[in-house]
């Protein structure tokens, strides 16, 4: 098992940016591929990005390529997701998410089906 805490989440106006991170103990980190997840009210969780276990692969929802950043870093057993040129559209809940396995081949990163553990979230609110 792994556990993982979200942290960094916070207000900040659009065009502002915002590190979360993912903090994560328990069984071998490497072990895992992370992922990246939101959730507005009243709306389904949805994909943000995804990370292999060396940070070698990534993968993004179209609607924060180019703007989010998502890393990794072993050593800390932490992931984090850099956000840049926030919109108020990008106000959310922010899980992080974590499955077993150094890529994704086999599954679909994208659903939140595919993680076995989850983070508890944290709130990023954007002001227009």
């Known amino acids: 098992q792994v556990q993982l805490v979200e942290s960094g989440g916070g207000l900040v106006q659009a065009g502002g940016s915002l590190s979360v991170s993912c903090a994560a103990s328990?069984?071998?980190?490497?072990?895992?591929?992370m992922g990246w997840f939101r959730q507005a009210p009243g709306k389904e969780r949805e994909f943000v990005a995804a990370i292999s276990w060396n940070g070698g692969s990534t993968l993004y929802a179209d609607s924060v390529k180019g703007r989010f950043t998502i890393s990794r870093d072993n050593a800390k057993n932490t992931a984090y997701l850099q956000m840049n040129s926030l919109k108020p559209e990008d106000t959310a809940v922010y899980y992080c998410?974590?499955?077993?396995?150094?890529?994704?081949?086999?599954?679909?990163?994208?659903?939140?089906?595919?993680?076995?553990?989850w983070g508890q979230g944290t709130q990023v609110t954007v002001s227009s």
């Open positions: 328990g069984r071998t980190f490497i072990s895992y591929f």
């Open positions: 998410a974590a499955r077993i396995g150094i890529n994704w081949s086999g599954t679909y990163p994208q659903i939140p089906s595919a993680y076995a553990f």
